[in-house]
């Protein structure tokens, strides 16, 4: 069964300094990986995704992540950190409905706060 | 192009009662998703619709149901509410019902159960 596991429900990080959003997976196929964020009273908002292909992908307001596929992980990362980032992040794994009936299922991690200082 | 909406935004009921929240995707989105977000659970996968079809359930129990009509609207129903059914309830559109695709949220319907 898939499962998504984020490290830290809330992490502090001084403004200009690099924000790490950690991720790890279970999944027993290739999994499709997501970030979202979302900000108060809003709905989710995809930052970036990996299906195939490069490893190392980028996604907006300067995140990006990497999917390490021997540390079942998909880290997210800012080389600088702004009051705005201040937002709720979510990871997410998706995957195909084993029971052939066409559909998909995401399954997200418990979502991580940072704290931006100033 | 609109964004994925939903109706209502805020919504009291009393235990006992039975509600039913509407979505609307993205035009030419095909797929529908519910979500459950709650402050303890997270946000938990309720239902996904593709082509009037539900396509895949999680583990919620049968009170909660939902459907699709032809243009791809969709709306949950939830019966006999409870007091832990509090929460706010996310619907996202995707064009297609693949895990490749990435799904568009709506701003949620915020459920209060008195």
């Known amino acids: 069964a898939q499962s998504v596991t984020q490290l830290g429900s809330h992490v502090s990080v001084s403004e200009g300094a690099l924000v790490l959003l950690r991720c790890n997976y279970s999944s027993s196929v290739p999994p499709y990986l997501f970030w979202y964020v979302q900000y108060p009273n809003q709905g989710l908002q995809l930052l970036l995704k990996?299906?195939?292909?490069?490893?190392l992908v980028k996604g907006i307001n300067g995140f990006e992540a990497e999917f390490k596929k021997s540390e079942t992980s998909f880290h997210l990362t800012k080389p600088s950190a702004h009051m705005s980032d201040a937002a709720e992040y979510f990871c997410a794994v998706s995957d195909q409905n084993t029971l052939n009936t066409g559909g998909f299922k995401t399954i997200f991690g418990a979502g991580t706060r940072p704290f931006v200082k100033a | 192009k609109a964004g994925v909406t939903q109706t209502p935004r805020y919504l009291i009921k009393t235990r006992g009662q039975q509600v039913t929240l509407s979505c609307s995707p993205i035009s030419g989105h095909r797929s529908v998703s519910w979500y459950q977000q709650t402050p303890g659970q997270g946000l938990q996968f309720l239902f996904e619709?593709?082509?009037?079809?539900?396509?895949n359930k999680g583990n919620f129990p049968g009170r909660f149901s939902g459907r699709q009509f032809s243009n791809s609207r969709s709306e949950m129903n939830v019966s006999t509410l409870e007091l832990g059914d509090s929460a706010l309830y996310l619907c996202a559109s995707s064009w297609v019902n693949a895990p490749t695709y990435e799904q568009y949220f709506g701003p949620g319907t915020r459920l209060t159960v008195t």
């Open positions: 619709y593709f082509s009037e079809t539900q396509r």
């Open positions: 990996y299906t195939t292909g490069a490893t």
